[in-house]
């Protein structure tokens, strides 16, 4: 069974750093596709980065050069240290793995971690 909890979540201010963490149970966590989703205010659900159990990642645009994933394969955590932290950055945090079943893709979810940049 597959569990992921994150932390690391908080309150900074405009231009200030932070690095959530999420750490997963389960076994092959080396294979899995992971990524960070966030959910600002009255907004739906959005990707901000993925990684791969290549190690290849991708950002949503607005993020780029500013949030950096990455993953420790030992300690089964992934990572997203964000910064230069702007107030739009505000959101709750989640970190998802997509498994492929023979029924087509499964998505574990985290609880989530609340981010708030304050301006």
């Known amino acids: 069974q597959v569990t992921l909890v994150e932390s690391g979540g908080g309150l900074v201010q405009t231009g200030g750093s932070l690095r959530v963490s999420c750490a997963a149970s389960?076994?092959?966590?080396?294979?899995?596709?992971m990524a960070w989703y966030r959910q600002p205010p009255g907004k739906q659900r959005e990707m901000v980065a993925t990684?791969?159990?290549?190690?290849?990642?991708n950002y949503r645009q607005s993020v780029k050069g500013r949030f950096t994933i990455s993953r420790d394969n030992a300690k089964k955590t992934l990572y997203l240290q964000m910064n230069s932290l702007k107030p739009d950055d505000t959101a709750i945090y989640y970190c998802m793995s997509r498994f492929s079943t023979a029924t087509g893709p499964f998505d574990v979810w985290g609880q989530g971690t609340q981010v708030t940049v304050s301006s």
């Open positions: 389960g076994s092959d966590f080396d294979r899995w596709f």
């Open positions: 990684i791969a159990g290549s190690g290849t990642t």
